[in-house]
């Protein structure tokens, strides 16, 4: 096993021949950590996505340091060169345009290549547009996919949809404001207009707005209105069918007996409970009929 790294977070940063992939803000400058803003004055190279954003962060913290692009049109071309620079002994650091490099932006080839070159990478971590919509929208978040943009081919597209409709995690996806209505109509296709989403707009921006918390009610938001903005999308998972072996048998036959005793008619009894344990009706009735059966 090769463990590097362990010790560099002690000495002084940024090291030389050290590539740091460094976090930067989604929209906010004030999320740019100290520590990172510490990286990309005194590397030796910024190698950005799109040097017009780095400065934007370089004005804000008044200091300037070389730049240069590296993004999806000239990655392939440009790695030899950052990794010969690294083994010569510069401190380099990758940023994106927003957020996380790496994260639906240009970084993974020159990361997995770096480090297959042995070369040290310490990440800097920083806002991500998909862990803050999660967070924030209050969905089950200790395990969640991440889907990113959708692919634009239909039969593709499709496919995603179809997992994701059978995911019991949240789902976050990002989209282009100009194709958030036609991605909303597709989610209703797919889940029906009841199922609970978010949308995220302009996250830790001015005019941030989070949007729900169904399908039907965000399509309703957007009528007639022109996206505008950062769009980040967080779906509800689906809920977990539960199978007769997983519940309560005991506590399912108190619970319809106290129903019924109270005044409601099996069928009433059994739609309550049904929806509360997100089981079906047929399996109450059929609990139901097999205890009157033994008695
Ligand atoms: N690397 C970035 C990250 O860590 O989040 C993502 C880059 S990806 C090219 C850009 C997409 O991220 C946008 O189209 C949008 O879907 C999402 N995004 C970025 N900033 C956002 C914000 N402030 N609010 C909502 N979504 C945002």
Redesign the pocket.
């Known amino acids: 096993m090769n463990i590097k790294n362990s010790s560099s977070h002690k000495k002084a940063e940024p090291e030389s021949s050290v590539l740091y992939i460094v976090?930067t803000p989604?929209?906010n400058l004030n999320d740019l950590s100290a520590r990172a803003i510490n990286i990309l004055k005194n590397v030796s190279l910024i190698a950005c996505e799109d040097t017009r954003q780095t400065k934007k962060i370089m004005s804000k913290f008044k200091f300037t340091n070389n730049l240069i692009s590296f993004n999806k049109h000239n990655s392939l071309n440009r790695i030899p060169r950052i990794i010969n620079d690294l083994n010569i002994g510069k401190s380099i650091a990758l940023v994106?345009?927003?957020?996380?490099?790496?994260?639906?932006?240009p970084g993974e080839d020159l990361i997995k290549d770096a480090r297959s070159d042995g070369i040290n990478i310490i990440c800097i971590p920083g806002?991500?547009?998909?862990l803050?919509?999660l967070v924030a929208s209050g969905l089950p978040s200790s395990k969640f996919t991440f889907e990113?943009?959708l692919p634009k081919k239909k039969s593709e597209r499709e496919k995603i949809l179809l997992e994701i409709n059978k995911d019991e995690k949240t789902t976050i996806l990002?989209?282009?404001p100009h194709r958030l209505k036609r991605l909303l109509n597709e989610l209703k296709d797919f889940f029906g207009g009841a199922r609970e989403i978010y949308v995220?707009?302009?996250?830790?921006?001015k005019f941030?707005e989070h949007i729900g918390d169904n399908i039907d009610d965000v399509i309703n938001h957007f009528e007639g209105k022109e996206v505008l903005?950062?769009?980040?999308v967080v779906v509800k998972g689906v809920n977990k069918k539960i199978t007769n072996s997983e519940f309560d048998e005991n506590e399912l036959r108190r619970e319809l007996h106290n129903l019924i005793n109270a005044g409601l008619n099996l069928s009433e009894a059994s739609k309550y409970l049904a929806k509360k344990n997100n089981i079906t009706k047929r399996l109450i009735y059929n609990m139901y009929k097999k205890h009157k059966e033994l008695n």
């Open positions: 976090g989604i929209g994106s345009d927003a957020g996380m490099p790496s994260i639906c932006d806002p991500c547009a998909a803050t919509a990113g943009f990002y989209e282009s995220f707009r302009e996250l830790t921006k941030e903005g950062e769009i980040t």
